[in-house]
Nanobody, 122 residues
């Protein structure tokens, strides 16, 4: 089973950027589809982005063109580069692993990190 630890969250002004990291241990990130999800207060956890085992990517419409998911297999780490942030991006961001090739469904992911808080001020 893979273990995941997120980092890189923080407070940023609207229009700014952050890069989140998800360090994996126990298995390699290229063994899984690796996803990022987020959960804002009072809302359900929602899909943000996924990178497949072969490196193809998908994004939610709300972040397409602003966020980029990538991975470094040598570091066994997945990243989420977030640009042009706005207050609606404020949430706890979670990294997760799925045996599926691609998925945007919470239920397909069996391993989750503890989350990292991202707060965007206006």
């Amino acid at each position: 089973q893979v273990q995941l630890v997120e980092s890189g969250g923080g407070l940023v002004q609207a229009g700014g950027s952050l890069r989140l990291s998800c360090a994996a241990s126990g298995r390699t990130v290229s063994d899984y589809g690796m996803g990022w999800f987020r959960q804002a207060p009072g809302k359900e956890r929602e899909f943000v982005a996924v990178i497949s085992r072969i490196g193809t990517t998908r994004y939610s419409d709300s972040v397409k063109g602003r966020f980029t998911i990538s991975r470094d297999t040598a570091k066994n780490t997945v990243y989420l580069q977030m640009n042009s942030l706005n207050p609606e991006d404020t949430a706890v961001y979670y990294c997760a692993a799925t045996p599926a090739f691609f998925s945007n469904r919470n239920s397909d992911y069996g391993a989750w990190g503890q989350g990292t808080q991202v707060t965007v001020s206006s």
